[in-house]
């Protein structure tokens, strides 16, 4: 089929086997960008290739997991040093809110590579993880676009962009399906590097952590479930003979919902406050909050059933209709 686009365009096919260079354990290998560069030379050439496969040093096929065709078009925007790279796909770009959650979310307009993983990661799938890698570390921004609708203008990824001075959050997103240990110990605070040791058990069996919100006598490390496959028992076990706490307890069940905005760090106060008041007014409890230095992002822990509901409340008013 791409060799006959090809010649529709009066193009050129190129195996991407020949272009895209992966090492063993599946990461791009540098290579790839000279070999993209030396082959894709002319400026009036329409080149056709295929997506979602490359090779390794013994010239093995490496098929890329889901989403490869928009990281093999990635990797050859890199390549060429492309000043845009643009990703067609089935919607006009990303929304400020999951639209089945939020019928009626607005589409953003622009967003910077950073608030657009912090949504990604949070439920707002557009574009996976390992298709911003490439043109982020390049500096080139990504154009999300409709292949039904190419007059729209989509959604602009950018580096840095400038925030409306109104401005506070632009996006929403959140998923159920955390687990939090928390742990206790009277005088925690003053025991150097007992957080490393706390991470140092997550680490060994194999499980990266979310947030790690704290207190002077305790920590809670938030977990996906998904990691976890029934290791909860055996890192209690080993946090217990690591740092002997007072105490360790679960809760499980926990959604984890993402407030995204560049400029939140300039409206804190306001963000923050119409955020306690429009959960306080539906009655909904927040089990975990965590507000990073950056600014760029609050993140609030609810109880996972409810997790919908939450976003619904907090796209209201926060972004509005």
Request: with cysteine; glycine share 10%.
């Amino acid at each position: 089929m791409t060799k006959i686009f090809a010649e529709f365009l009066h193009g050129s096919f190129i195996d991407a086997v020949n272009l895209v260079q992966l090492k063993q354990n599946g990461q791009i290998s540098s290579l790839t960008y000279d070999i993209i560069k030396n082959q894709l030379t002319s400026d009036s050439v329409y080149y056709v290739i295929p997506g979602f496969y490359g090779a390794d040093e013994t010239g093995e096929v490496k098929i890329f997991a889901r989403g490869g065709s928009d990281i093999t078009g990635a990797i050859i925007a890199r390549g060429i040093n492309a000043s845009l790279y643009e990703n067609w796909t089935d919607v006009n770009g990303l929304r400020s809110a999951d639209p089945k959650v939020v019928s009626n979310s607005k589409i953003i307009s622009e967003i910077t590579y950073s608030e657009m993983r912090e949504l990604g990661y949070r439920g707002a799938e557009v574009l996976q993880r390992d298709t911003i890698v490439p043109v982020f570390e390049a500096g080139i921004p990504i154009n999300i676009r409709n292949t039904f609708s190419p007059d729209h203008p989509g959604t602009k990824v950018v580096k840095e962009r400038i925030s409306k001075t109104e401005e506070g959050a632009i996006g929403i997103a959140g998923k159920a399906g955390f687990m939090a240990f928390q742990i206790d110990k009277f005088g925690m605070n003053e025991e150097v590097g007992i957080g490393s040791l706390v991470l140092e058990v997550f680490k060994d069996e194999g499980v990266s952590f979310e947030h790690d919100p704290s207190g002077l006598d305790s920590i809670s490390i938030i977990v996906d479930e998904k990691e976890l496959n029934g290791k909860e028992k055996k890192i209690i076990e080993n946090l217990q003979k690591s740092i002997k706490p007072d105490r360790i307890s679960l809760s499980r069940n926990l959604g984890l919902i993402c407030v995204v905005g560049q400029n939140i760090k300039n409206e804190s106060a306001e963000v923050a406050g119409l955020l306690f008041k429009s959960l306080k007014d539906a009655r909904i409890p927040i089990r975990v909050i965590n507000y990073g230095m950056s600014g760029m992002n609050i993140v609030v822990g609810v109880d996972g059933t409810i997790v919908d509901e939450a976003i619904r409340v907090l796209y209201k008013s926060l972004i509005g209709e």
